[in-house]
């Protein structure tokens, strides 16, 4: 009985539908989220409301993408480290290789590296077609590993990962180095749709926004970060499209950032390390599939494509419920009446069922 | 159709059964893990294995408990923001009372205060009982955010919530004041065991422990957080247990900590941000019932006692599953060779089925 | 001759007056500033004659004071580590006593701990009169140490200092917990000086301070810090003035804020961790005594009054290099021109004399 | 009278001498510490004398040097944001021909940005000869952003600084893009060494620096530091030497690693951010000739080698006083009874002289 395997299952609505352009999608479409804090699928609809009255909706920007790896050797002495380092950043041409040899998709596209004491850190990049990658550049660098223990003079194992990645922990290198999908979004919101749907101000979103996500999340000992709930549409997101959700560590280190222009408001959310897929670990189970299928993310396109069109779903998804709730909390009390209306509703909804 | 409820399924497991000892729960008992990630059952499924392998099993010291949130202010300037924040601290015991009209279980253990230019941080702490508490404590701060508008001369609403909570984002502040469980584990392996069941030697995993959690993420720009996947466990454990699991961001900022004892392995893991309850949202849906009652944390006992017991359980599958991880880590190849015999396996069964 | 001692001789200029007031002193006075970087006087000088145009100045709080020191023991386990966390708290009326016993002028203030395994960091506070108390915070946790070592059971010695105080670190800590003086200064400035003086206008600083001191620093990867330089302000004003200069470390980590009101700028420094004393090491110096004299903080005053306005001044200076600088580079090519005529000055002066 | 410069001195002494080898000198000399702190002198000389008894010294291994000063730009989105950010990087050779014309020793070796909703932060990377570069990258800075908005469309002028350099800030980025000089030193100290002149254990220093500096400044919220007192060592050495000591903010950002191998003690210290120079401000100085000439940093030889000799000899003397601080915090009272010991000698040698 112990091992019967069986299901968690998170409620799930779709949301919607929001309105997306940019440099890698343009498309109206609905989002799934699934998540046991109902209050959430009002918020990102409400968003997603705001996104389909602005002229171009919200505007994702694909900047970057790459899945890294970062293993750790130990060298005879610091020295020596040095040399292994120059070393292997003069045969990324042979590394390449090997890493073709280790993967259909996986390609090597940089390599970084730190040394300290006589520890050296090397960081590898690749693209990794649709998958987010993780396996991929974990067998990728397992073999550049052994290559590099056997070619390399002076060094030993230290570890296939040295945490320098960095995988689901909150760290500054990601959002420097770049891991995952860079996306930045954009929503420009017309004055009236900002007094007539969000009830509040362009001037009140941008006090708020330096505030409360500059200024508090600084004092709190925050690290790249600066917004009010990213990790709540990122997980809703995940677990709704089979993604790992626990990257939603990372993946909430992002930047919202606001301006008055003349009462109508600039809104954006820089997410530099949104980590997704749409082939890989949890992709077979059907209601994954089925939701990558109405995503519009099962299409026969270039590798590659229908993973930058998740990463900017997801980034959109998470601006709407972002506005949402910023629009909220200009309101003295509105986000508790919500609260409580909302679970007065669930409630009631209970009963009647 | 659009508004159709279904569910997200996501994959779950009991693994265990682990053994725990210290301040709140003696018990042996199975957890339930929700993942996509399979290889995760018999990760933490070893660290359990190894856990009823020590006399004591794991060792879990609650430490401390409390819930927060901050309301952000703005005063006429910093000397006005001095006064009320002074104000506020000599008037606890009416804002108790405060609290006290505003919820049944909350109850409010402490404020503390920061000044940033005009502007006026109250980070509240409250008891929450068996909740996590995340709703109780706004509900409890909207009421004391009221009650210092209507009687504090000078100040005005600045939010409900001013990001120094800090809800969901991965700050130093949840550590050095605390928020949620503080949990600490600790499990002491007899050398033959980490010989024979983990495969390596406590030198090795002290070691690696060294370069990889600490220095590593230190490199990585990390803050408070020195693991190699806290926030795999915890993601998989929240989703079983009908837990907020966005809170694995702060959740996952903890402490590895190994020490070499003769050959013998001391390895303890110190979760300081552990939210988790057993009442609340996402708890009245079948199979989290289930799951928490047979964790026995649907005991009638005193207010907190399920939480705490909860805790402790979450606490201890993290331990098992790190313990894994980092051992496996210390020997060339072994994590590659585990996830492509586990996917072959995985492939296998589908494929049976 | 290897012990011979000699001096570096910093330059050194006064530079003002600027305008204080606030809850610790109301004056106007020049402060010296010792630097290697001369075009830090004119910088500092242009803020200080803005504060003479404001007609409050700039009003500088004094939040809290307090200097620390933390401890490390190890205990048996982390339930030692926390029944001995416990026995600590119940035991402040007597470790008071301790510290009086070990100095005449610190005070125990308070006691925070934190557990990570079975280690227990104790950071003992304290207020230090006119010192800026570093080791007189030393001597009185040595004495603690000591005390607590001999009456606690199952814990013994780890370190006097845990770097959890934490001393020249750039951390989160001490700005949440407080160290050191903690100062907020405060300007108005007219438009007509914004324009006149500062040849900028507040809305161009208030941009600028987002974008750069705000979000610049946080993509960097800073820790509790938004500002321009301080560091220079701070360094300058603490070699002339007897400080222990690597105090600027976190000293240095501050937030600047402005807000544009209706084209009058309000511009803010806060500097939670300012670390200034009138007495102890440094201070025997002839132009140290003369410059503190001439500062006013030589009156033989109530213990402590001196340290407070040596730290608002200090706050008060870097508050006016802070703004110059921002207000030269809100304009393109400003501050590269500065900097080529005072060098080209320097050069004149230098062959002139 | 106001204008009258003057100067403040700092105690000054000789310390050492200390042995270097490695990849840039090999040598043995004495170093200039300046300080406020007279208990520094013999905790660094106590380092020195155990370098001199270990047969190659300190070895310092200079792994990088680079200076570096970042631009802000706004776009008219992120989308021109991400073009003007491929334009940049497609020009490099113009772009090198700019910095080339504005400076004979500056050379352009690396550019990196990061976009955050419509701003693009550019992340100009040079080397800088024998000067530590700060006013030649801001020079070469001007050169090209003045280039780039008269060639690049649809950006404007935001900063000359975005503090995304770093400069004086301590931050993540400097250490995993670099800036400034990044040496690791270590040495080797022989067991009889360890005991007889440190009178501690290589077991000891090991726990100790795991406990304290990776620990202890983890859990207080550091940020890429684990030490206990580079900032001490820096201090004091920059004034000596004309340095721009307010970088000893993230220069004093850097880790110390120790090992214990099978008595004797590996001890190394990674500065990966040491920011130094031997022509520039505070170099016409005559103390400051005289010193630099004694260190052997006035060779004539190619560029950047006097700079590198000065970066290495650094960074020795700060690995001689973390080492002889630590060795001091492994006995129990044995850094009080120092202090106590040289601050009476200190007052019977003023009060005999």
Redesign the interface.
């Known amino acids: 009985m112990?091992?019967?395997?069986?299901?968690?299952?998170?409620?799930?609505?779709?949301v919607g539908p929001l309105r997306i352009s940019?440099?890698v999608a343009t498309t109206e479409t609905?989002v799934?989220i699934?998540t046991?804090?109902?209050p959430l699928w009002p918020s990102v609809g409400r968003g997603a409301k705001v996104s389909m009255l602005a002229e171009r909706g919200i505007?994702a920007?694909l900047?970057d993408e790459r899945m890294t790896r970062?293993v750790?050797v130990?060298a005879t002495?610091?020295?020596t480290?040095?040399a292994a380092?120059r070393t292997i950043n003069a045969r990324t041409g042979e590394l390449r290789e090997v890493v073709r040899g280790s993967s259909r998709f996986a390609e090597l596209i940089g390599v970084r590296h730190?040394?300290?004491?006589?520890?050296l850190?090397v960081r590898f990049e690749f693209s990794t077609g649709d998958a987010s990658g993780h396996?991929m550049a974990?067998?990728a660098s397992?073999a550049l590993?052994?290559h590099l223990?056997r070619t390399v003079p002076g060094i030993s194992?230290?570890?296939?990962?040295?945490?320098?990645?960095?995988?689901?922990?909150?760290?500054?290198?990601?959002?420097?180095?770049g891991r995952g999908k860079?996306v930045?979004t954009?929503l420009l919101v017309p004055r009236d749709v900002v007094d007539g749907v969000l009830h509040t101000t362009a001037a009140g979103i941008v006090e708020?926004n330096?505030?409360?996500?500059?200024?508090?999340?600084?004092?709190?000992?925050?690290?790249?970060?600066?917004?009010?709930?990213f990790?709540?549409m990122?997980?809703g997101f995940y677990?709704?499209t089979?993604?790992?959700?626990?990257n939603?560590?990372e993946g909430?280190?992002g930047?919202t950032?606001a301006e008055d222009r003349d009462g109508d408001l600039?809104f954006?959310c820089?997410l530099?390390n949104l980590i997704v897929g749409t082939v890989g670990?949890?992709k077979?189970?059907g209601?994954?599939e089925t939701n990558l299928t109405r995503l519009g993310c099962r299409a026969g396109c270039e590798p590659g494509q229908n993973a930058r069109r998740l990463a900017v779903i997801a980034a959109a998804a998470v601006l709407c419920g972002e506005l949402s709730l910023l629009a909220a909390?200009?309101n003295?009390?509105e986000?508790?009446r919500a609260?409580?209306r909302l679970?007065r509703d669930n409630k009631t909804a209970?009963e009647g069922s």
């Open positions: 112990t091992d019967a395997q069986t299901v968690a299952g998170i409620p799930m609505r779709w940019g440099n609905q799934p699934a046991y804090e109902s505007v920007t900047v970062s750790l130990e002495d610091a020295q480290a040095l380092a730190e040394i300290t004491a006589n520890l850190f396996n974990t067998l397992d590993l052994r223990l194992y230290g570890s296939i990962s040295g945490n320098y990645c960095t995988d689901k922990k909150a760290t500054a290198i990601n959002g420097i180095l860079n930045v954009e708020l330096i505030r409360k996500n500059l200024l508090g999340t600084l004092l709190a000992g925050g690290i790249r970060s600066a917004n009010a709930h990790a709540n990122l997980l677990l709704a089979g993604q790992d959700a626990a939603i560590v909430s280190q930047v950032m600039y954006s820089t530099p670990n949890g077979g189970l209601f994954v909390q200009t003295p009390g986000l508790m609260h409580v679970e209970k």
